[in-house]
């Protein structure tokens, strides 16, 4: 479905599995972030038809975390398409889960701070908790926040995987509960939309999560 006009959401809307929503920035390079399960792709490749946009035309993958339902994809895209993830969870990654499946070798490596891609200024806030290097994509010209597992609408990521850490997850939203956010764009479930849902979902969070944390 279309956000707005350069922002589209393929929903993941199918409880028998587990898998994670993707967005795809449509710039003068076409980003697709959070790719998910490789045998879930599916529904990105429908929504992507229907775009007339075939795989090779995804410029870049930019992924938010290193666990499988928003990864495993990755590694299925070639160049000409470029993949991006988080540096520390790269090596978080690669050290811990290889064994379970396939960590793709990133083209590069997301750190903390402005990120350029064509026409299209992100940037990128280390925001660990739910995994240790977690990434959250901000693109400040539209007031988006693609949060990956850190903040879902009504709820938060686990703290309980490998690497999780409650108090850093608390710091990481705090921060990103500073940002001015317009759409709220999560790993999970709906989206948000409009600064005075997204700013009430944050306190929420506050008020009742942190207690958890
Ligand atoms: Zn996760």
Known sequence: MKVFEGLRAFIWRDNRANNCNAYLIEGSKRILVDPGHRDFFDHVHQGLSKLKVSRDQIDVVLVTHGHPDHLEMASNFKAPTLVGMGEEEYHFTKENYAFHYKVPEPDFLLRE?????????????????????????????????????????????????????????????????????????????????????????????????????
């Not at 992100?122 to 994509?137: A, D, F, K, M, Q």
């Not at 939203?173 to 764009?185: G, M, S, T």
């Open 113 to 213: 701070g402005d990120l350029t891609i064509g026409d299209v200024s992100l940037r990128i806030i280390l925001t660990p908790g739910h995994s240790p290097g977690s990434v959250c994509i901000y693109w400040p010209l539209k007031k988006a926040l693609f949060t990956g597992d850190v903040v879902f609408s009504q709820g938060i990521g686990r703290t309980d995987l490998l690497g999780g850490n409650g108090s850093l997850l608390k710091e990481s939203i705090k921060r990103l509960a500073a940002l001015d956010v317009e759409y709220l764009l999560p790993g999970h479930g709906e989206m948000l939309s409009g600064r005075e849902s997204v700013k009430a979902n944050f306190k929420m969070i506050e008020d009742f999560w942190f207690n958890y944390l």
